[in-house]
């Protein structure tokens, strides 16, 4: 009864390969975002859907593509991957894009070698 | 554009003594502050948030933090430590429309016998 999963826990792969990471919420919140944590632990907002519309659009590669099937769903799909783009991918959601608490996923692990 | 300074980025208590965990915050309006909770290899978990209501806000698990608009300053505590706090706390603050925050450098928290 997890309320955000995020899949897979860990990725490994390599350059120029292409990747994606699911994520879903059962907790029916409008709004689900995808963060960055560097190895810093600098967390960094990338992207936010509302009722599957994109809301936030940070400076973000266009390699990075978020894609929301529904409300439920947020994944992001990663081309032509770089070392650079190690790092821990969260998934998050709230109630609503109105200052509401967010609840995160336990974070994928990306590894570009 | 608001931000925030997370003062300290480790902090070293023993078991059973006082927590404060340091953040000053910059904004031009009154601000919508959070403070999260990082333990490791897991997502963050909400503390407690502040919205302009009541200075003094209580959160989880013993934390409280005080909104000080003269010291500009919205700092963790917390009366006694336990094992279990041993984490990294980031400060957050509301910074933009579609729930948008910025995080903190974060703090980590380690707590000693």
């Known amino acids: 009864d997890t309320a955000v999963s995020q899949t897979p826990k860990y990725l490994v792969t390599q350059m120029g390969n292409d990747k994606s990471i699911k994520c879903e919420q059962n907790?029916?919140?409008?709004?689900m975002y995808w963060y960055k944590q560097d190895s810093k632990k600098f967390l960094k907002i990338m992207f936010s859907?509302?009722?599957?519309?994109?809301?936030i659009n940070e400076t973000v590669p266009n390699r990075f593509s978020p894609k929301s099937p529904d409300k439920a769903h947020l994944n992001l799909h990663i081309n032509s991957l770089e070392l650079g783009d190690s790092a821990v991918y969260f998934c998050?959601?709230?109630?609503?894009?109105?200052?509401?608490?967010?609840?995160f996923g336990n974070g994928t692990r990306l590894t570009v070698t | 554009a608001q931000s925030v300074t997370q003062l300290d980025s480790h902090v070293s208590v023993s078991e059973g003594t006082p927590v404060l965990l340091r953040c000053n915050y910059s904004?031009?309006?009154?601000?919508?502050l959070f403070w999260y909770v990082q333990h490791p290899n897991k997502g963050l978990q909400l503390l407690l948030k502040?919205?302009?209501?009541?200075?003094l806000v209580k959160g989880i698990n013993g934390f409280e933090a005080e909104f000080k608009k003269s010291e500009t300053s919205f700092h963790l505590t917390k009366p006694s430590a336990h094992m279990s706090d041993a984490a990294e706390y980031f400060c957050?603050?509301?910074?933009?429309?579609?729930?948008?925050?910025?995080f903190g450098t974060g703090t980590q928290l380690k707590v000693e016998l």
């Open positions: 859907y509302n009722n599957k519309e994109l809301i």
């Open positions: 998050a959601s709230s109630q609503d894009s109105n200052n509401s608490p967010l609840h």
């Open positions: 957050v603050v509301l910074t933009g429309g579609g729930n948008k925050l910025t």
């Open positions: 904004s031009s309006y009154s601000p919508s």
């Open positions: 502040y919205t302009s209501a009541a200075t």
């Open positions: 907790l029916g919140h409008d709004t």
